[in-house]
């Protein structure tokens, strides 16, 4: 009996040394690991392919502490505030890199997309050429250095430029497009016709080229023909901003008031710091003797621009009319100290000290008009008038007599520039029709579509029953974003958990934070780490659920990614979905009525294209589950891609019904089909 005693005690002793030993090697390595450039960089493209740009920059900041003469970290993390919109960071980190290697032709595009969006295009120019000397068979490189040509007046050679792109590629429908922009640009509108007729040709559904069709006949004043042209340009591209207020003016010449008074109030509702139809709409407000609205659109005009005489004189008009002839007095002098001879002007003040008693001022302003008229050469400005509503002047014409004129944009192009691929993954994904991810965890909730609600799962709810984790821990199928604060909790978080797994002697303990720091690893797509962690609490509990589920789902991430070869030593050999299968194959038969895990195996089927495998497993998790959005959506999709579109259809159908928005979009596209 002491015997057997004394066996198990030191049976448990000798364990509990083993699980210290791992822990101490465990620590050992993670030490180590922090200097792996690799894995970090390919976390931070994990994290850049999923559009997580503060976490990815975090991770390439990481390397750089490290290793600034890589010039990779530098390339990506330019890439990722190119995404936030910090251009001119951006720019500063594509210097960097190609002062480490100049013979990259994605960092001179990168840097040039940078510039353009300074409006630096001589600059964007000289990489893009600089891009082609490296990769001459790039047709976005063609398409964009003509774009920056557009900007620089160098009609010549952009004409020869898209010339060439058309007879090269002539499936790239944006050519079209920016070619007819020149031409119309340049006032020569028979070959922007011919060329807007062969755009139209080749994509009857593009909003750009109807948006330029619209543009072509409201300049010709076919303003009928430019209605339509505008409204099938709003059906096919509903968010921009410019066809509705453009569309205004031209319902104003079909004198359609109320109509363009909507398209108005649409646009500033999407674009509430729009100066364009503000200024216009207080226009079209003064016209219809709506005064103290127009003053408002004025007043935001003058907050934005307060030496825009225009809007300054309309709103003298408007107070005046109003009865505030002192504020009226105000607005009419400082357009008068700039446009010393604005007779009409000096007309309007001089009545307005007249209504106040200020007669002698009033005399000095009309003595001085009056001594202009005895001059043949000069005459009295024509004053504000229905018809002059009618006529356009460009944002940059500052004449002071075209108060009463719409504005429009000098020399405007709705035809975009070519967009790269800056994902950071090596996959190509049709966005439109990819198939949801796996459910996993995260230390961040899940959103679905419009709605937010918590995913249940009994295995976590067990686990943070048991474990009292130190940040909350959710089961989601899309990860978000993190911003900046987040992101800074999630990292202290990570070595807070080291330090506590460190210093634990416990067992039990030690794998609960083991877990929790592989979430939070996820959380952050170092997905290598999270299979680390994952590894070393299966060597201990090959029975835990959640351990398996989100393993698999980790390498899935990494698998999917395609560059985790060779990393590592536990990542030497190719990733296989054989052993992702297998993963999710035992958490099914230790929890075998978990309808997420039928889910995440039957939606690796379907990316395997084992579509009929993927159908009955879709259909295995609703059977358990039958509120699963996201089940219906991937099912619906599968169904799609094995050919039943009608089936496919109707399960989409049910995803948006309940709460995946999403899914009515491809429906749409679908149903179109």
Known sequence: MDGNFRRNREKKVWRLRFVSLLFTFHVALLSLAQYNTDRLIISGRIALSNHDFVVAIQHFNNVLSVKPYLYEPWYYRGICKLQLDDYVGAESDFDKALELNPYVHEIFAARAESRIRQKKYADAVADYEQALKFSPDERGYWFNRSYCRYFMKEN????????????????????????????????????????????????????????????????????????????????????VVNNYMYRAMVRVNLNRLRQAMDDYDMAIDMDPNNFLSHYNRGLLRQQLGDDNRAIEDFNFVLRHEPNNLQALYNRALLLDRTGNYRAAIADYSRVIETFPNFWAGLLARAQCYRKLGMNGKAELDEFRVTKAQLDKHLGIQQRWSKNKLREMRKLSDIDVEKYDQWVVI??????????????????????????????????????????????????????????????????????????????????????????????????????????????????????????????????????????????????????????????????????????IDDDLARAIVLDNHNALLLYNRATLKALQKDYAAAIDGFEQALALNPNLAEAYFNLGLTHIFAGDKAEGIKNLSKAGELGLYDAYSLIKRYDEK
């Open 156 to 239: 010549e050679q952009a004409h020869a430029d898209l010339e060439y792109i058309v007879s090269r590629w002539p499936d790239m429908n944006l050519a079209y497009a920016l070619q007819t922009e020149l031409y119309l640009n340049e006032n020569d509108t028979t070959t922007a016709s011919q060329w807007l007729d062969r755009t139209l040709e080749r994509n009857p559904y593009d909003g750009n080229s109807w948006s330029i069709l619209a543009r072509l006949n409201m300049q010709r004043k076919n303003w009928t023909v430019a209605d339509s042209a505008f409204t099938k340009a709003i059906h096919y591209q509903p968010r």
């Open 410 to 579: 000098d020399d405007e192009v709705t035809t975009p520039e070519y967009k790269n691929d800056y994902r950071g993954s090596v996959q190509n994904r049709d966005v439109e029709t990819e198939l949801l991810p796996m459910f996993s965890l995260s230390l961040m909730p899940h959103r679905s579509g419009l709605n937010n609600y918590r995913v249940i799962d009994h295995s976590l709810e067990q686990f943070i029953h048991e474990n009292k984790p130190l940040h909350p821990i959710f089961v989601v199928c899309k990860h978000n974003a993190l911003n900046e604060s987040e992101s800074r909790s999630i990292f202290a978080l990570i070595d807070s958990l080291g330090s506590a797994i460190s210093a634990s002697r416990d067992v039990s303990t030690a794998l609960g934070l083991l877990m929790q720091r592989a979430v939070a690893h996820a959380t952050t797509h170092n997905f290598a780490e999270a299979v680390n962690d994952l590894d070393d609490y299966l060597a201990i509990d090959s029975t835990s659920v959640l351990a398996h589920w989100q393993r698999a789902f980790c390498l899935h991430e990494l698998s999917d990614y395609g560059s985790v070869q060779n990393t590592d030593v536990k990542f030497g050999q190719s990733l296989s979905l054989r052993r």
